[in-house]
């Protein structure tokens, strides 16, 4: 059963300094995507319009808080399709995101012991999908014989949330008559504005909000609780995405079993296309209902029997692609270039710039990079990018192309080593991608803007004051 802890009240847990903390956050999003700071809600406002005013603005909201009078405004509704799955994104007005930000950290910081262990999305800490995926390589190396697997996905998890039940597990953590309760309350309820009318949500969660994330750890916290406790079962869930491994197989049958009933009483419903029963063993053993495998696909990655992880093929293809439209967008640079050595040299310094350069490509390819330990899949990427790159120079994918410019000489020329790449980063010689990115987007993001970034001789710093970034937009 869930763990009870003393009602959460506003007075106790807010303060200026953690609205000022997430204004902070709020303003600091767009120095990464400076594009998103023109993004307007149901008052037509972008980030830069309230930054004009900022400190009054942020005085204003504070204000009203400590009043316990902040009331929030309709979101905007926009309907996305995020390759082939649609959603609807919630798009608020500034002051409405720093306050759902404010509360989603607030909150996620004090629930973060009342949380489960094997939750691992919208974390507080050193949660999050790096640890999840680690942990379940972890239990597959230590697993001494086959692994019966039970994969499941809550369909449309955001949309469908029931608010009576959600708002029944928020009675038992906020104090129901206090101001905190009562911002809840809208944001479960919350406003929005589709096809030029005002409605009042009466199903599912905010989806690109904050706060949802928060919302939506708390729905599912009961059927943590339900299947944690389940002997000789490992459970991991990442946001809607739950797993469940187990050498015993009427173990994983019960457990599969009280999965679906916990979801059914939260009237959730399951994706049938995402939802598998397997075997994990190296050596075939037939089962009427659990299918043999030898890996299986999960968060990204391909785990294998034996603790083994390489990638999983849309991510092996995302990968190509990368090089695929780096060689497209540099086509002026070798397309004309007649000399095959000269074009080759050309494309091999636009793969090396694809991994070294591109902001996006660094934090991809270093995070797979540094969780796969398939090493021939690596050595076969690396044959792949070779082919590729003497497919453009001379014509068509044929081996005999190594003739007549080898693959030491494409190494010579600068062509970089995927396989390279993963032992230097599992060495430590390669700084985070995260920080790569950082950077990079902290460099690009002043480029063309009125705002400019303060240097010293020993380093960069932002300016403290929140009117700086305004001004005009970019």
């Known amino acids: 059963m869930t763990q009870t802890m003393p009602p959460l009240r506003w007075k106790e847990i807010y303060s200026e300094a953690e609205l000022y903390k997430a204004a902070v956050r709020v303003y600091t999003k767009p120095v990464f995507q400076w594009r998103k700071a023109l993004c307007a809600s149901t008052d037509g406002k972008t980030l830069y319009d309230f930054a004009a005013h900022g400190l009054r603005h942020l005085d204003a909201i504070h204000r009203s808080l400590r009043r316990e009078a902040f009331e929030f405004r309709p979101a905007v509704a926009l309907r996305y399709n995020f390759n082939g799955k649609h959603r609807t994104l919630y798009i608020a007005p500034w002051e409405e995101r720093?306050?759902?930000?404010?509360?989603?950290?607030?909150?996620?910081?004090?629930?973060?012991?009342?949380?489960?262990?094997?939750?691992?999305?919208?974390?507080?800490?050193?949660y999050g999908l790096d640890t999840c995926q680690t942990r379940i390589a972890t239990v597959l190396r230590s697993a001494t014989g086959p692994l019966y697997v039970v994969k499941r996905d809550i369909a449309d998890y955001?949309?469908?949330?029931?608010?009576?039940?959600?708002?029944?597990?928020?009675?038992?953590?906020?104090d129901p008559a206090d101001y905190l309760f009562h911002l809840l309350v809208q944001r479960v309820h919350f406003l929005y504005q589709e096809e030029g009318g005002t409605q009042r949500a009466t199903v599912g969660i905010p989806f690109g909000t904050a706060i949802a994330c928060l919302l939506a750890n708390i729905y599912l916290t009961d059927l943590d609780r339900h299947m944690e406790g389940i002997p000789?079962?490992?459970?991991?869930?990442?946001?809607?995405?739950?797993?469940?491994?187990?050498?015993?197989?009427?173990?994983?049958?019960?457990?599969?079993?009280?999965?679906?009933?916990?979801?059914?009483?939260?009237?959730?419903?399951?994706?049938a296309s995402h939802s598998a029963d397997l075997l994990l063993t190296g050596t075939p053993i037939p089962d009427f209902h659990f299918?043999?495998?030898?890996?299986?696909?999960?968060?990204?990655?391909?785990?294998?029997?034996?603790?083994?992880?390489?990638?999983?093929?849309?991510?092996?293809?995302?990968?190509?692609?990368?090089?695929?439209?780096?060689?497209?967008?540099?086509?002026?640079?070798?397309?004309?270039?007649?000399?095959?050595?000269?074009?080759?040299?050309?494309?091999?310094?636009?793969?090396?710039?694809?991994?070294?350069?591109?902001?996006?490509?660094?934090?991809?390819?270093?995070?797979?990079?540094?969780h796969v330990d398939d090493e021939q899949q690596l050595r076969i990427l690396d044959r792949w990018l070779a082919e590729e790159i003497l497919s453009l120079v001379f014509g068509g994918h044929k081996k005999g192309h190594f003739r007549r410019i080898s693959f030491e000489q494409l190494r010579a020329m600068g062509l970089p080593s995927l396989l390279h790449r993963r032992r230097l980063i599992c060495r430590g010689c390669i700084k985070s991608p995260f920080f790569v990115w950082q950077k990079e987007k902290t460099i690009r993001a002043?480029?063309?803007?009125?705002?400019?970034?303060?240097?010293?001789k020993s380093e960069t710093a932002f300016s403290s004051v929140p009117e700086a970034a305004a001004g005009k937009c970019p």
Not at 234 to 259: G, H, M, N, V
Request: overall charge positive; some cysteine; hydrophobic content about 45%.
């Open 158 to 174: 955001f949309a469908t949330v029931n608010h009576e039940l959600l708002l029944k597990k928020l009675d038992e953590l906020a």
């Open 98 to 126: 720093m306050v759902d930000l404010l509360l989603f950290r607030i909150l996620n910081r004090r629930l973060h012991g009342w949380f489960s262990a094997n939750s691992y999305a919208y974390r507080d800490r050193s």
């Open 291 to 370: 299918a043999t495998v030898r890996d299986f696909r999960h968060l990204g990655l391909l785990f294998r029997a034996g603790g083994g992880v390489a990638l999983s093929r849309d991510k092996l293809r995302k990968i190509q692609n990368l090089f695929r439209f780096a060689f497209r967008r540099g086509r002026r640079r070798w397309k004309k270039i007649t000399d095959k050595k000269a074009r080759a040299q050309v494309l091999a310094t636009l793969a090396a710039e694809t991994i070294e350069k591109g902001v996006r490509n660094v934090a991809i390819l270093d995070y797979y990079l540094k």
């Open 446 to 456: 002043f480029r063309g803007t009125v705002a400019r970034l303060c240097r010293s």
């Open 232 to 271: 000789q079962v490992d459970y991991f869930r990442y946001a809607d995405d739950i797993l469940l491994l187990s050498p015993c197989r009427e173990t994983a049958t019960q457990a599969a079993q009280r999965l679906e009933l916990t979801l059914a009483g939260l009237k959730l419903r399951m994706k």
